[in-house]
């Protein structure tokens, strides 16, 4: 959800200059943009259509695979961030700093505004706050609040990632795997209902999606495409089965919650991601549609703290359906819910980004005057 692909401007004008050049790293990549564009779009299905119909439709098979989708995305765009960086500064302590402000002003400023405003609502149910605040809960948690906690979660912990994946993807890959694996495991019997539960809020629910983002970030960057006959990516088709059989089994029972977010099912939303980016000039709608989703894709992050309120207050006018007019309401509420939270959400993101610009002038101007 982060548009990482225009981000960073350097201290100096050398290393504005610097990034300028045309490397796999600062190029614009549209794919990213589109793929964003159809996940929260999904987010907001997910919420909005009652979970009978999602079952019945065999919604984990779209909707429910967009935030692992999503975690896909962040795992390539923060290589794609700090290739960027390392490129142009080489102090460790300055992409640091490049680094972590660039987060605080595209999604802790943001997130800010929101928390304030669902603080404001408070008087709508009951309040929470406490240390979980610190981590992207809200007073009132809306739909979905756990990614974004997950989001500052791996925030923090980026760097260190990025470091390994330098090292060697491929330990990398196996690492956060196996800490996945060991974390879903134990997760369960570590819950407390007094508290936020691991395997809802914690980043390491997600750590295999992530994984497959950073795994597939070289192949995406060089080439824009990612072969999966390739005899390095040969297990990602090896496990699809797996991942298809396990979200299958959640159509016919009634699994926990977090049953089928587990590691193995991360395979399919992968293989889902690399279908859209290898075909993406191929996808048979117009440019002018693409474009669309592309900005939507944008302002994706905007657009999930706004349906994030709008869920989390209760909003959606025609939650209860029944008669012959059931799919007529499901129909019109889905419909209401999307408009309306898009339209916001992009509404945040272009206000934001006009206030930057200015900014941005002002401080040139400045810069002018007192050369």
């Not at 925030?155 to 990632?161: G, N, T």
């Not at 914690?202 to 795994?215: E, H, N, Q």
């Amino acid at each position: 959800m982060q548009n990482e692909q225009s981000e960073y401007q350097m201290d100096t004008p050398q290393n504005r200059k610097n990034i300028k050049n045309i490397t796999p790293h600062s190029r614009y990549y549209p794919q990213l943009d589109f793929v964003k564009g159809l996940a929260i779009i999904c987010v907001i299905l997910l919420h909005s259509v009652p979970i009978v119909i999602q079952k019945n439709g065999f919604g984990q098979f779209y909707l429910q695979s967009a935030i692992p989708v999503f975690f896909i995305v962040i795992g390539i765009t923060t290589v794609l961030s700090f290739e960027k960086i390392s490129a142009s500064v080489q102090s460790l302590s300055a992409r640091l700093r490049i680094y972590y402000s660039g987060r605080f002003k595209r999604l802790i400023l943001p997130f800010l505004l929101i928390f304030f405003i669902d603080l404001l609502y408070t008087f709508k149910g009951a309040i929470h706050i406490g240390w979980y605040n610190l981590i992207g809960v809200l007073p009132i948690p809306g739909a979905g609040n756990y990614f974004i906690s997950m989001v500052f979660q791996f925030i923090v912990i980026a760097p260190i990632l990025f470091y390994f994946y330098k090292k060697s993807p491929d330990a990398l890959l196996i690492g956060m795997f196996s800490i996945g694996i060991v974390f879903q495991g134990i997760a369960p019997f570590i819950d407390n209902p007094n508290f936020y539960p691991p395997l809802a809020y914690c980043v390491l629910s997600y750590f295999a999606p992530i994984a497959l983002g950073f795994y597939i970030a070289g192949d995406f960057l060089k080439k824009e495409h990612i072969n999966l006959r390739d005899k390095k990516n040969l297990f990602i088709v090896f496990f699809l089965p797996v991942s298809i059989f396990f979200l299958l089994l959640d159509s016919f029972w009634d699994l926990p919650f977090w049953g089928i977010q587990n590691v193995i099912v991360s395979f399919y939303p992968l293989v889902l991601f690399v279908l859209i980016v290898n075909n993406y000039k191929a996808i048979p709608i117009s440019d002018f549609v693409k474009i669309k989703i592309n900005f939507i894709g944008k302002a994706s992050y905007h657009i999930y703290l706004i349906q994030m309120l709008w869920f989390g207050f209760s909003f959606p006018f025609s939650k209860v359906y029944s008669g012959d007019n059931y799919f007529l309401g499901v129909s019109i509420n889905t419909i209401f819910d999307l408009i309306i939270t898009i339209s916001i959400g992009i509404a945040f993101f272009t206000i934001e980004q006009v206030f930057y610009s200015y900014l941005d002038r002002k401080k040139k101007i400045h810069n002018v005057s007192e050369e």
